[in-house]
């Protein structure tokens, strides 16, 4: 069955902008969990959703922000956007919620560039 | 704030020989995991190894765990070229929220 697939895979915008990511789980999954990667902070957890609920929220200001429609897809938004918040993004899906499940699966990634 | 931490962080070796990387993590926990990630590419699912186990084999990959320490490690006997990559461990927790949190990884290099 077809992966974790992530729109676009690669994007450029200016400060002050805003972006939209989206993630297409597999076919059943119920969680959606976004990462942020980049070298200097490594993984950074963002948030997770499960049938709809934000489920867990990381350390990120209120410009981060996300949903997840009856579907299982997901999108994440970055208001305001700034230098730092150039990054893959990484999204991962599960069954069950992440923490009780034993796998996550990873999509590509959406790689943010801020200029 | 980071829950695993990978040492070493950076780690070369000849193809043929041996890689084991190490994680340290802070609070107790149900299970841990380990992935890969080649470069620029999304995280690969390797192994989980429960707090009730202490070691775990798949294939090549060794994996043990020491609950007492806090630290797990993570072995590729007879490496090859394709195992360079990057290499992470995530562990959930069971104070507070739930979610997997990941170290920030050992970059391995295996040179032909």
């Known amino acids: 069955k077809a992966g974790v697939t992530q729109t676009p895979r690669y994007l450029i915008k200016t400060r002050g902008q805003q972006v939209t990511l989206s993630c297409s789980p597999i076919?059943?999954?119920?969680?959606v969990s976004w990462y942020q990667q980049t070298p200097g902070q490594g993984l950074q957890f963002l948030f997770e959703?499960?049938?709809?609920?934000?489920?867990n929220k990381g350390n990120f200001p209120g410009r981060f922000s996300g949903r997840q429609f009856s579907n299982s897809r997901s999108e994440m938004n970055v208001s305001t956007l700034e230098l730092g918040d150039s990054a893959l993004y990484l999204c991962?899906?599960?069954?069950?919620?992440?923490?009780?499940?034993?796998?996550?699966?990873f999509g590509e990634g959406s790689r943010l560039t801020v200029l | 704030s980071q829950q695993g931490e990978e040492d070493p962080q950076a780690l070369s070796i000849q193809e043929g020989e041996n890689a084991t990387m190490n994680c340290s993590y802070k609070?107790?926990?149900?299970?841990l995991q380990w992935y890969r990630q080649n470069s620029g590419r999304g995280l690969v699912h390797l192994i989980l190894?429960?707090?009730?186990?202490r070691e775990k084999h798949s294939g090549r990959l060794r994996v043990t765990l020491d609950t007492s320490k806090k630290s797990s490690s993570l072995l590729i006997t007879a490496s090859r070229a394709a195992d360079t990559a990057s290499y992470f461990c995530?562990?959930?927790?069971?104070?507070?929220?739930?979610?997997?949190?990941f170290g920030q990884g050992t970059r391995l290099t295996i040179n032909p």
């Open positions: 991962a899906s599960s069954f069950r919620p992440a923490a009780d499940t034993g796998e996550l699966f």
């Open positions: 076919s059943g999954h119920r969680s």
């Open positions: 959703y499960f049938s709809e609920t934000q489920r």
């Open positions: 609070t107790s926990i149900n299970n």
């Open positions: 190894i429960r707090s009730n186990e």
């Open positions: 995530a562990t959930d927790k069971i104070q507070g929220a739930q979610k997997l949190v």
